[in-house]
């Protein structure tokens, strides 16, 4: 009964260091989310995927890039680690709901990430 | 920015109290939900509430949403100790995105 798994849960980088945050879900659902909470922030959205091989942008993009090859997972990356990425990432997952979009979130435990 | 803010954002009270917790959006939605965050965890799932619900009860929590206000409730009746937490409302649009609001930090005293 796995639900939402993130690897890696904690993670030190070095300015410019490149990382891969892996997500995966097995209850079959069709979105994909990636979040950041910082302390005072809530959560924002980085990037969504409404079905395997699609992703979009969400409130903040910049810095970061997904891919969702499988249904099952979804890949958020770093390409040059920057101290402003400094975060917890959360990873979450949802059924489609059919009258109104967005149903209930499935989030993993998160990925406390340092950027040096 | 975000869309929902919730307030307070800190609330401290006695075991056996009720609690409640206030969310205000900006534009117009599809449904509002409502998690709770442990320290350290992941966020949790509380409630759903549509756009064309008005109030929506599970267990000890009740939610309201009033749309031409924009706005929403948390009641949490009969605290416990256990209940100490962050609260996030969330607020869902078309397009598929969930936008969360900063919180609000519960404390139930024993």
Redesign the interface.
């Known amino acids: 009964n796995a639900g939402v798994t993130q690897t890696p849960k904690f993670r030190v980088l070095k300015t410019g260091q490149s990382m891969t945050l892996l997500c995966a879900q097995d209850m079959n659902h069709e979105y994909m989310y990636w979040y950041r909470q910082d302390p005072g922030m809530g959560l924002r959205l980085i990037h969504y995927s409404v079905g395997e091989g699609t992703t979009a942008k969400g409130e903040v993009p910049d810095g970061y890039n997904v891919s969702r090859l499988k249904k099952q997972n979804f890949l958020l990356g770093l390409e040059s680690a920057a101290p402003s990425q400094t975060s917890v990432y959360f990873c979450a997952s949802s059924y489609r709901d059919r009258e109104q979009g967005t149903g209930e979130l499935f989030f993993g435990e998160g990925s406390r990430l340092t950027v040096l | 920015s975000?869309q929902g803010e919730e307030d307070p954002q800190a609330l401290s009270i006695q075991e056996g109290e009720n609690a409640t917790m206030n969310c205000s959006y900006k534009t117009s939605i599809?449904?509002l939900?409502w998690?709770r965050q442990n320290s350290?965890?992941?966020?949790?799932?509380l409630i759903?509430i549509?756009?064309n619900e008005r109030e929506k009860h599970s267990g000890r929590l009740r939610v309201t949403l009033d749309t031409s206000k924009k706005s929403s409730s948390l009641l949490i009746t009969a605290s416990r100790a256990a209940d100490t937490a962050s609260y996030?409302c969330?607020t869902?649009?078309?397009?598929?995105?969930?936008?969360?609001?900063?919180?609000t930090r519960l404390m139930v005293k024993p």
């Open positions: 975000q599809n449904n939900q998690y350290g965890r992941g966020l949790v799932h759903l549509r756009s996030f969330a869902g649009h078309a397009g598929n995105m969930l936008t969360f609001g900063g919180g």
